[in-house]
């Protein structure tokens, strides 16, 4: 069954801005992660976050986890037309990954 | 270089005629997984697998049948294809469960 819900389901914005999405899911997790997937391709893994953790940075990634939510965000600062694509939050719960149905992002040249 | 090879890319077949769609990793991952992609529905696991001659069902596992007798490989097999099983296939892999995947490039799927 689909843990995660991603928020909002599509977003389009001009290059240069952030790019902020949500995932919310329903019950406790080991892990949550977050991939991008291009167009129809495999799935690229962008940043894992363990369940003790609050907060983490990758490039011009930042991904938050509140577990008393049971919420993670995952924010793109100063986006490019190359991060056009579909973005997937996972998350693990009893060794298995469960994927949401993703949000869709559009960068305006 | 650390991949997962799945085959064909692209499968068109009709209804009831068997299908072996193949999956391979070279990173020596202990476990390894099978999704579906549909519109607006997400990723949806099929079967996964924690290790060799271990194996077990995911999500959505009716029509579907795999095997791990070999640490690198993890075959999705359709013995009775449906239209209903139209759809983009992944296979992905991980040192063990709950950890970063590796997808494949996918398998899109037409039964007709």
């Known amino acids: 069954s689909q843990q995660g819900e991603e928020d909002p389901q599509a977003l389009s914005i001009q290059e240069g801005e952030n790019a902020t999405m949500n995932c919310s899911y329903k019950t406790s997790i080991n892990n949550l992660q977050w991939y991008r997937q291009n167009s129809g391709r495999g799935l690229v893994h962008l940043i894992l976050i363990r369940s003790n953790e609050r907060e983490k940075h990758s490039g011009r990634l930042r991904v938050t986890l509140d577990t008393s939510k049971k919420s993670s965000s995952l924010l793109i600062t100063a986006s490019r037309a190359a991060d056009t694509a579909s973005y997937f939050c996972?998350?693990?719960?009893?060794?298995?990954?469960?994927f949401g149905a993703g949000t869709t992002v559009t960068v305006r040249a | 270089e650390a991949q997962v090879t799945q085959n064909p890319r692209y499968l068109i077949t009709v209804t009831g005629k068997k299908l072996t769609v193949t999956c391979s990793q070279n990173m020596n991952h202990e476990y390894m997984s099978w999704y579906r992609q549909d519109p607006g529905l997400g990723l949806r696991q099929i079967y996964y697998s924690m290790n060799v001659e271990v194996t077990d069902k995911g999500d959505v596992p009716e029509g579907y049948k795999v095997s791990r007798k070999e640490k690198r490989n993890f075959p999705l097999i359709l013995e009775s294809p449906s239209p209903n099983q139209t759809s983009l296939y992944f296979c992905?892999?991980?040192?063990?469960?709950?950890?970063?995947?590796?997808f494949g490039s996918g398998t899109q799927l037409s039964v007709l």
């Open positions: 996972a998350t693990d719960n009893d060794y298995k990954l469960s």
């Open positions: 992905a892999s991980s040192s063990r469960g709950g950890e970063k995947l590796f």
